[in-house]
């Protein structure tokens, strides 16, 4: 059932994508009962390419939980973009380190307020020359232990088959096939008031990043590999490049 209670903006929004969605993909949704129906909540979930927030918003709607996505602060301050993301309850946030802490709040109120808040912990597509996930940065782990609130994680394929970030190919065919599937909430207990200190956001980055990549094993059959080391190489070469050491700490500074 479809969210109630929504904004006129809102409510068009997913008339405008629904629809275009039953045409240009063939979707296979499982695990929508895990999801809170009672209060917001976080999702993890990992960025095989710029067309999946499309495929997780579908799910997510359409399993009863309006989707509230991450953007640029920016984009909230221009003309007529900007009201409009607000609107419809997509979520600003600061980049850089000088704006973390902001951020989070912003993150943590979002959630407080209802929803289905994604996050990409990985902060952009992934780099795997297979598509598989990488490490994550913290900004899903410290909102998730400022707010207690369900971290719900979930796994998508199919959506690099409408745009694949390795060659920028972009394919326009209908009933594309794609699949979410959602885990049950994680069990963050173990960090319950604790300290947030690197260590312990690293901990729990990590137990995000490997139930997600565990989940998209089950979508794609076979066993997963290692989560994958970010490194800032460009994507033709980067299996060599990232043989090369690289600080876990600075790459995962950020929010996304």
């Known amino acids: 059932m479809a969210p109630h209670r929504l904004g006129f903006l809102q409510r068009l929004a ?5 629809p275009a969605m039953r045409v240009w993909t063939r979707p ?5 009962h895990h999801m809170p129906t009672d209060r917001g909540f976080i999702v993890v979930v ?3 390419s710029h067309f999946d927030p499309f495929p997780v918003a579908d799910f997510l709607y359409s399993n009863g939980a309006w989707p509230r996505f991450l953007g640029k602060a920016s984009l909230f301050r221009l003309p007529v973009v900007g009201p409009w993301l607000g609107r419809i309850k997509q979520v600003p946030v600061e980049r850089g380190s000088a704006e973390a802490a902001q951020s989070v709040e912003t993150l943590a109120a979002a959630v407080r307020e209802g929803g289905a808040v994604v996050i990409y912990p990985e902060g952009t597509t992934t780099r795997h020359p297979d598509l598989w996930p990488m490490h994550g940065k913290t900004g899903a782990a410290r909102v998730a232990l400022l707010t207690g609130a369900p971290v719900v994680p979930v796994a998508q394929w199919g959506a690099h088959r ?7 190919t972009f394919r326009l065919a209908p009933r594309t096939p794609v699949t979410v599937l959602a ?8 960090w319950a008031g604790v300290e947030p200190t690197r260590a312990v956001l690293d901990e729990v980055t990590e137990a995000m990043m490997t139930e997600v990549r565990d989940l998209l094993a089950e979508i794609r059959g076979g066993t997963p590999p290692p989560l994958w080391q970010y490194s800032a190489a460009p994507r033709r070469g980067r299996a060599e490049a990232a ?11 950020g929010m996304a």
């Open 28 to 32: 296979t949704w499982r695990g929508a």
């Open 14 to 18: 997913a008339w405008i994508v629904i």
């Open 183 to 190: 885990g049950p909430p994680m069990d963050l207990s173990r």
């Open 46 to 48: 990992n960025h095989s």
């Open 243 to 253: 043989s090369e050491p690289v600080g876990r700490a600075g790459e995962r500074e």
């Open 162 to 168: 409408v745009f694949d970030p390795r060659d920028s």
